[in-house]
């Protein structure tokens, strides 16, 4: 049983190394954007309170994000732990987490730098589609605009505008950052450089977790 948080700024190399590890280690990854995501594209009464917030890169609010994480991490496939990505992000959701009995084997913070993080997310196109995604300069797709793996037309998220990263960002040091240091207390905080290929990443992650 294998509890981790992954923890980091908007466009941290997180989701990513969270599917990774996921794979590895076989247990889910929790999103809670994509579950955010998933909610507003269906129109259930989650999605229609959450999506203005999504829309102006605020966060939802901490009592939306705490019911739809503890019904998830009840789920059968959840028995044998799994892993948090985006969630929690105040020290309030950390708080109810704690309080639902849930303790953490580590939690891996995910360091980047403000201006990595604006370039790597102003460039990011997305598939509605399927859901894969591309930067402009750094993974483009094969045919500009198009989807490579289902032939979609791209997009870019409402929330990856260069005004609302900008804004994203604020709240991440303001409402997320303190989140170390609550970890740090007990002892399962872990830095982790975004720096180097996905595997260089990768292997500091697995190390940090004994594996
Ligand atoms: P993400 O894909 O993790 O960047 O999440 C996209 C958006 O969903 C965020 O900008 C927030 O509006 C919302 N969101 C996702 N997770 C949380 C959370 N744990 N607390 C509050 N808002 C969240």
Redesign the pocket.
């Known amino acids: 049983m294998m509890k981790l948080i992954f923890l980091g700024p ?1 466009g941290a190399v997180k ?1 990513t190394q969270a599917g990774i590890v996921s794979k590895k280690l076989g247990i889910h990854t929790i ?4 579950m ?2 998933a909610a507003v594209k269906e129109g259930t009464e989650v999605g229609k309170r ?1 999506k203005s ?2 829309d102006a ?6 009592e939306v ?1 705490i019911g739809i ?1 503890a019904e998830r991490v009840e789920k059968p496939d959840c028995a044998k732990g799994y892993i948090l ?6 020290i309030a ?1 950390a708080e109810a987490l704690e309080s639902a009995g849930i303790r953490f084997d580590h939690v891996i913070s995910i360091e980047t730098e403000d201006d990595v993080v604006k370039e790597r997310l102003v460039g990011r196109r997305v598939c509605p589609e399927c859901g894969a995604t591309y930067h402009t300069v750094s993974n483009p797709s094969k045919v500009e605009g198009k989807c490579d793996a289902c032939g979609h037309e791209l997009i870019q998220r409402h ?1 990856d505008t260069a005004d609302t990263v900008a804004h ?1 960002l604020e709240i991440y040091h303001s409402e997320t950052e303190p989140l170390k240091e609550f970890y740090q207390k007990r002892d399962v905080l872990a830095k982790v450089e975004d720096e180097g290929s996905i595997e260089d990443i990768n292997h500091r992650i697995m190390a940090v977790l004994g594996l």
């Open positions: 908007p989701g999103s809670t954007g994509d955010l995501r959450a917030f999504m890169g605020k966060l939802v609010p901490d994000i994480v990505d985006g969630v929690p992000r105040t959701q929330d994203r």
